[in-house]
């Protein structure tokens, strides 16, 4: 009996502790889900503010889209991809998947100031992924995949 | 000539015994308190989370405000019972910032929404060992309900 009482405490233990594990590694990976997001926001502002001609590279040891993509590992963030840069509402759309959550997919915004941004593919001028300022648009050169921008 | 192998004192026998009625007898007791206990642990993990995703400007509707959403507080209150269950409501007490707070009534907005929901997760997750996207004000275990509420601070 006492045996009893004690599988069912220790039970309950292993229980929470798993969900402690995946709550504060879903907080953790949303919270550098959305630093992503803060980043590329800051590097199109800034890119906006230097006029044309300025240019800002956010290499892989920045943004690697194959770990914030990636849902298995617990160097993945989750994040559904592609980056959704809304050019109507001058936003960027950051999603990502909760395992406590059902897997359902979470959503926050990051505002930006320019609206005319468009995204062309990368070449080995401008290298995945550049922002830069032709005096007329911010151009993301990135992958479809990874980053696109929608009306 | 007696035998003295083999054989224990009156006293141990009885204080055995003892233990085991009061074990027995205090089982469903201990039983119940721990189901508590694990519930309001889960619930208080679950609204946390969900503060803090609401803060980072998550949630399941699109993109929101950012801003500090705290649980400040919560309270336990037995308010009913449905059929053996005893029904409690656990009251989240939040701080956050005007333009979160959407409407004077905590439960109205997104992000009492939010808490309320991730802490049944929780709960129900605790119990069941599985997530589920929606669940309704009321989780139910062996000897409890649980509902949720929330107020702002």
Redesign the interface.
Same mark, same amino acid.
């Given at each position: 009996m006492i045996m009893g009482i004690v599988i069912i405490v220790l039970i309950s233990f292993t229980n929470l502790n798993w969900a402690s594990y995946y709550t504060a590694r879903d907080i953790g990976e949303t919270g550098e889900a959305r630093m992503l997001g803060e980043l590329l926001a800051t590097a199109i502002n800034n890119v906006y503010a230097n006029g044309e001609g300025y240019s800002i590279q956010l290499g892989e040891d920045k943004i690697n889209f194959t770990e914030a993509g990636n849902r298995t590992s617990t160097t993945g963030l989750a994040v559904s991809l592609p980056i959704i840069i809304d050019r109507d509402d001058q936003t960027i759309n950051i999603s990502r998947r909760l395992r406590t959550s059902n897997d359902s997919n979470w959503t926050t915004t990051i505002r930006i100031i320019p609206e005319n941004i468009t995204r062309k593919d990368p070449t080995s001028e401008y290298p995945e992924v550049t922002v830069f300022n032709n005096g007329s648009y911010i151009i993301i050169y990135a992958d479809a995949a990874n980053i696109d921008v929608t009306t | 000539m007696k035998d003295k192998r083999g054989q224990v004192s009156v006293e141990l026998i009885l204080v055995t015994g003892l233990i !085991?009625v009061m074990?027995?007898t205090t /089982?469903p007791y201990? !039983?119940k308190q721990?189901e508590m206990n694990?519930a309001v =642990? =889960?619930a208080r993990? &679950?609204a946390? =989370?969900g503060a =803090? !995703?609401r803060g980072? &400007?998550?949630?399941?509707t699109?993109?929101?405000e950012?801003g500090i959403v705290r649980l400040e507080d919560m309270t336990l209150t037995k308010t009913n019972t449905s059929g053996e269950r005893d029904v409690y409501e656990i009251t989240f007490y939040l701080s956050a910032p005007d333009s979160l707070k959407t409407n004077s009534n905590c439960w109205m907005t997104s992000v009492g929404n939010t808490v309320r929901m991730?802490a049944r997760?929780?709960i129900y /997750?605790?119990?069941t060992?599985q997530?589920?996207?929606n669940l309704p004000d009321g989780v139910n275990t062996t000897y409890y309900r649980f509902t949720t509420s929330c107020e702002w601070v």
């Open positions: - | !085991l074990a027995i /089982y201990i !039983l721990q694990k =642990a =889960a993990e &679950g946390t =989370a =803090a !995703l980072m &400007g998550f949630s399941t699109g993109g929101n950012m991730q997760r929780h /997750y605790a119990f060992g997530w589920v996207d």
